[in-house]
């Protein structure tokens, strides 16, 4: 049976941030200002963690857990920023999508414990995010088709509907948490 505390989870995501806010740094500035804007999310929800631990503690775990899949979709989202290639980018944006997909169902499954209003307003604002990422896979399958050498101008449309998820999913967590 494992011994690890939800402090030193929460510890190990601290250090995945920091990894991920050093890489940035490195990068071109579209790429830096994509990772800010998630190392910026995920500070909130590690607050909220936070917040949680001095409550309830399956509260905390709950949101620990929002936090570790938000993870997954900014390092998800930082390999598909750094390809060089279209396969290989494609691939990223892909398994950013699948990550955004289950950071989505982890918010559902807290909206669903809301009462009234508050629940309303959260799945109508998971509703919204699920629709922009459907709108990112599609412009994705339509790159695909019409790649022919311009993969560059591609990526920068699937890049666009990618911005327009995070921007979603930032207000969403905002509403959530």
Excluded: C
Excluded at 12 to 18: F, P, S, Y
Aim: aromatic share 4%; no cysteine.
């Amino acid at each position: 049976m494992s011994t690890t505390t939800t402090e030193d989870r929460l510890a190990e995501v601290r250090r995945r941030i920091a990894r991920l806010q050093a890489l940035a740094q490195t990068g071109p500035s579209l790429e830096i200002a994509r990772i800010e804007r998630h190392v910026d999310a995920l500070r909130k929800e590690e607050a909220a963690v936070l917040a949680a631990l001095r409550g309830a503690r399956a509260e905390a775990e709950e949101k620990l857990g929002q936090l570790k899949t938000r993870l997954a979709v900014a390092e998800n989202s930082l390999v598909a920023d750094v390809s060089d290639e279209w396969t290989s980018f494609a691939a990223a944006v892909e398994d950013e999508l699948r990550t955004w997909d289950t950071y989505l169902e982890r918010l559902q499954a807290t909206a669903v414990a809301k009462a009234g209003n508050a629940r309303e307003r959260a799945e109508a604002a998971i509703a919204d995010v699920r629709t922009r990422r459907i709108a990112v896979y599609d412009r994705l399958a339509q790159a695909r088709e019409d790649v022919n050498g311009a993969w560059h101008e591609q990526r920068n449309h699937v890049s666009s509907a990618r911005d327009e998820l995070e921007q979603k999913a930032d207000e969403l967590s905002a509403t959530i948490n």
